[in-house]
């Protein structure tokens, strides 16, 4: 009858987690090279926008039935045919209906971006009009003077990304200024009885118009994309090297214990 020795134990249980271990070693190795890709992809997307940015500079600002009409024309990828387009438009605010974007940070202060109803013959459109500082107590809104009356102004189309949140939007009791979590225009349309346009216009940090001015294009330079990227990447080749260095310690310690099963 055949003996069952420890170190035969031992075999038969290194063999038996040598492949899951294996298996799980590459998952988490892949995953990781995967977030690393995926932050060098981001960093790419950003320092091609921040290009494209710096072109459109050079050309002439564009009205809204202008824009309107390049984004009928590309239906497929509508955000990114008008997104950053420079604008200049003559249209009166609606000082009554106006939306606070919450959870707005400026210099280590928290706050509220401000949203107004501009208004043309034809259209009516958001304006991201700025930042203002909000209160300790999370009941009070702030005081600000709503801007009212027909501008000129300039600015850039920006199609707004939607964030995370734990909740949908609902909107039931209404009292303007309205405190929102989202600026989702399809939303806040029934509001206020009218269609919205399904982009806002980021007013040009050179008009006096408006608020503090603090919002850049790119929120995430590429070049943090990259740092991200390398620390993926540092922590794949850490966990492979942790996986080598474990699978050497187990093979050294079933190859003692063998041994000395043979000397007795």
Known sequence: MHKIT???????????????????????????????????????????????????????ALSIQQIIDISQQNTKNQAESINDLPVEITASFDSEHVFLLDNQANKNALGYRVFQIAKTPQHNFLVNLGWIAGSVNRQILPLFKAVSGMHTFKGNIRKMERGVVLQEQTFEQITWPLRVQQIETEKLSPLIGEKLLPFVVYLDKKEQLGFAKNWHPVVMPPEKHQAYAFQWFSLAIAWLLLMIWASYKNSTTYKNNKGHENEQ
Do not use: M, Y
Request: aromatic share 6%; no cysteine; net charge positive.
């Open 6 to 60: 420890p170190s035969s134990k031992i075999a038969n249980l290194r063999n038996s987690i040598k492949l899951p271990w294996l298996i799980v070693t590459l998952l988490v190795f892949g995953g990781l090279i995967k977030l690393g890709v995926w932050q060098l992809n981001r960093a790419d997307e950003k320092i091609q926008r921040l290009a494209h940015i710096e072109q459109l500079k050079k050309h002439d």
